[in-house]
């Protein structure tokens, strides 16, 4: 499974931006996904998931009721909406795969999912 991100950019605090990450080489409804970051200095950390069927859904504290994840199998591509955009969310932003089902518990694991994609970056900046 080959993954590519797209849709980084520069964008104020309190703007908006979506993300997209398109799958190829797999069975797109067979992925569980998800959306990591790593900001300069930091480690890498875990932003948001979602199952098989795009009902468990997994956001980490700081961008619920910020951040919606969802997916479109029909064009095998899984998006972040990202509102609301702090200064604190600059980072690269990393999609993730892995074949089959994952439970809620492990979402956030970087170490559970199997592909990759390149990364892009996001800005937020006045």
């Known amino acids: 499974v080959q993954l590519q991100a797209f849709g980084g950019g520069l964008v104020q605090p309190g703007g908006s931006l979506r993300l997209s990450c398109v799958a190829s080489g797999g069975t797109f409804s067979n992925l569980a996904l998800a959306w990591f970051r790593q900001a300069p200095g930091k480690e890498r950390e875990s932003v948001s998931a979602l199952d098989l069927i795009g009902v468990t859904k997994y956001y980490r504290d700081s961008v619920k009721g910020r951040f919606t994840i969802s997916r479109d199998n029909a064009k095998n591509t899984v998006y972040p909406q990202m509102n609301s955009l702090k200064p604190e969310d600059t980072a690269i932003y990393y999609c993730?795969?892995?074949?089959?089902?994952?439970?809620?518990?492990?979402?956030?694991?970087?170490?559970?999912?199997?592909?990759w994609g390149q990364g892009t970056l996001v800005t937020v900046s006045s």
């Open positions: 993730a795969a892995r074949n089959g089902r994952i439970i809620s518990s492990y979402m956030s694991r970087a170490g559970v999912y199997d592909w």
